[in-house]
């Protein structure tokens, strides 16, 4: 096994300031002008005393100081990155190209329609290419990530039951859901109410009509769940639901399982946001950009947020201000553009042939390691999974070792850790999605590293629980980072 992150060495060179006395890294032409005495030309009491305080660096230091500690950094671009749900999936580099021509790049949103009918254009066929894809009837691309799309979607389940007369008091979430569902349910003046999953690891349907009434405005199903298990009964649900006149939001954050497979639209489902950032393969993680669009069933189109993207007779693209029931703007401008641009790009390149098979890769890649590792590691749910997997420490724990421990063993060996203690009906779970991006080689090394620290964790636990060991730094104290952070360099003090 290869370790130090796979051959690059940490720990030459850990020694972060780099200010020295003297050093520059600029070079002004020699002064023209008379030189002015800033005493004479500016109010005394917008003068600083004493020194500055900034680091003395040249531009070699600079530009050797950002690039080591880039090579810090873990990125997709670099090896597998397994975080379950979160779908870190190779960013093609045509996605690059296409988003940087001058069109887009440069466009500004208020730019008049007259020079900005391509950049409409491509966001309205993105739509039609969502509304393929996901079997919905109409598609907003405004809300800037998934979060901000489950609340859109709760937004608009709202204001159709108002229209209805009545909003409801309560959404029904599985606790296999995504753990924002109940943020935006309370953010919308809904209850939360968590529904238990069975031992299958899915939503019990016996349960689900005990807890449907005339008080229930939604339920809220990620499908495939946190598990990786998908809700086969996903048509008696929505049946159910929409028997007491509720409706079916569901998180489309795990739409890598489905993608080119199964249509959500046409299962019942009333309203799904999607991840363009996970699913699409645009840019995912450092905080952004995101992009949520939220796909709606026929009778919700109408209160999509405003603008709405329309096409007139004469096929000229523009934005109607003025739809009669939009719950209105929810962010500013027209959604990340970049970000669609990326994603209509991997559309069109994959085709739906390529959309299916990216879907089946991925599937395929999860179960291979879900059959590789089962010998090594507790799998709470026996139940097939799709796109990722769960697995526990519970064998590990018995030597002491836990899933922190298994994460942090792994940065030795070079690997990104999957997801950790998520979801939360499962202890010590480890949540692990390898996408359709790797290759048997990749996934062989990753396999081989939990089989080495299954080993270990066994014979030699302090090698896991001292992990890591090769990084820049060794275990950090967790506690003390979260409640005092250093989130900026200050000069030190004389």
């Given at each position: 096994m290869i370790k130090g992150m796979r051959g690059l060495s940490f720990k030459e060179d850990l020694i972060f300031e780099k200010s020295r006395e003297g050093a520059k890294g600029y070079s002004l032409p020699k002064l023209d002008v008379p030189k002015a005495d800033p005493a004479k030309t500016i109010d005394k009491k917008f003068l600083r005393e004493g020194k500055i305080g900034l680091p003395e660096v040249s531009e070699v230091d600079v530009i050797r100081h950002f690039t080591k500690i880039s090579l810090w950094n873990y990125a997709v671009d670099y090896g597998l990155y397994p975080l379950g749900s979160c779908t870190m999936k190779y960013n093609p580099k045509i996605n690059e190209i296409t988003s940087?021509?001058?069109?887009?790049?440069?466009?500004?949103?208020?730019?008049?329609?007259?020079?900005?009918?391509?950049?409409?254009?491509?966001?309205?066929?993105?739509?039609k290419a969502l509304m393929e894809i996901t079997g919905f009837s109409r598609v907003s691309l405004h809300p800037a990530a998934g979060a901000h799309g489950e609340l859109v979607g709760m937004m608009l389940i709202r204001r159709y039951l108002e229209d209805q007369g009545n909003p409801r008091k309560k959404v029904l979430i599985p606790d296999s859901a995504h753990?924002?569902?109940?943020?935006?349910?309370?953010?919308?003046?809904?209850e939360a109410v968590e529904l238990k999953?069975?031992?299958?690891?899915?939503?019990?349907?016996?349960?689900?009509?005990?807890?449907?009434?005339?008080?229930?405005?939604?339920?809220?199903?990620?499908?495939?769940?946190?598990?990786?298990?998908?809700?086969?009964?996903?048509?008696?649900?929505?049946?159910?639901?929409?028997?007491?006149?509720?409706?079916?939001?569901?998180?489309?954050?795990?739409?890598?399982?489905?993608?080119?497979?199964?249509?959500?639209?046409?299962?019942?489902?009333?309203?799904?946001?999607?991840?363009?950032?996970?699913?699409?393969?645009?840019?995912?993680?450092?905080?952004?950009?995101?992009?949520?669009?939220?796909?709606?069933?026929?009778?919700?189109?109408?209160?999509?947020?405003?603008?709405?993207?329309?096409?007139?007779?004469?096929?000229?693209?523009?934005?109607?201000?003025?739809?009669?029931?939009?719950?209105?703007?929810?962010?500013?401008?027209?959604?990340?553009?970049?970000?669609?641009?990326?994603?209509?790009?991997?559309?069109?390149s994959c085709g739906s042939d390529g959309l299916k098979e990216s879907t089946e890769h991925a599937v395929a890649n999860a179960n291979y390691i879900r059959k590789k590792l089962s010998k090594y590691y507790d799998l709470p749910y026996e139940t097939s999974t799709l796109h990722e997997i769960i697995f526990s420490d519970k064998i590990q724990e018995k030597f002491g070792v836990t899933t922190k421990d298994i994460a942090k063993r792994l940065l030795d060996l070079g690997y990104h850790p999957p997801t950790i203690y998520f979801p939360l009906i499962v202890h010590g779970a480890l949540m692990i999605e390898p996408t359709e991006s790797e290759s048997k080689q990749e996934l062989d090394g990753f396999i081989e590293a939990m089989i080495q620290i299954a080993q270990e964790a066994e014979k030699e636990p302090e090698k896991c629980t001292e992990a890591p060991h090769n990084t820049v730094v060794g275990r950090l104290d967790e506690v003390t980072a979260a409640r005092t952070p250093i989130l900026k360099w200050e000069p030190e003090k004389e």
């Open positions: 940087s021509l001058p069109g887009f790049a440069d466009a500004h949103p208020y730019q008049p329609y007259s020079i900005s009918q391509g950049a409409l254009e491509l966001m309205y066929n993105l739509e753990g924002t569902n109940p943020a935006s349910a309370a953010i919308c003046g809904y999953s069975n031992s299958e690891g899915m939503l019990s349907l016996s349960d689900l009509e005990a807890a449907l009434d005339k008080d229930v405005a939604a339920l809220m199903l990620t499908n495939p769940n946190t598990l990786g298990v998908f809700e086969k009964n996903i048509k008696k649900i929505c049946e159910m639901v929409h028997k007491v006149g509720g409706q079916v939001y569901m998180d489309g954050a795990n739409m890598n399982a489905l993608m080119g497979i199964m249509k959500p639209g046409k299962s019942g489902v009333d309203v799904l946001h999607l991840n363009l950032h996970k699913t699409f393969s645009t840019p995912h993680g450092g905080g952004g950009p995101g992009s949520g669009p939220v796909a709606v069933a026929k009778h919700l189109a109408p209160y999509i947020p405003k603008p709405v993207i329309e096409k007139n007779d004469k096929g000229e693209f523009y934005l109607d201000y003025n739809p009669e029931k939009s719950i209105g703007r929810v962010r500013s401008f027209n959604s990340n553009f970049a970000i669609l641009v990326r994603a209509y790009t991997y559309i069109l």
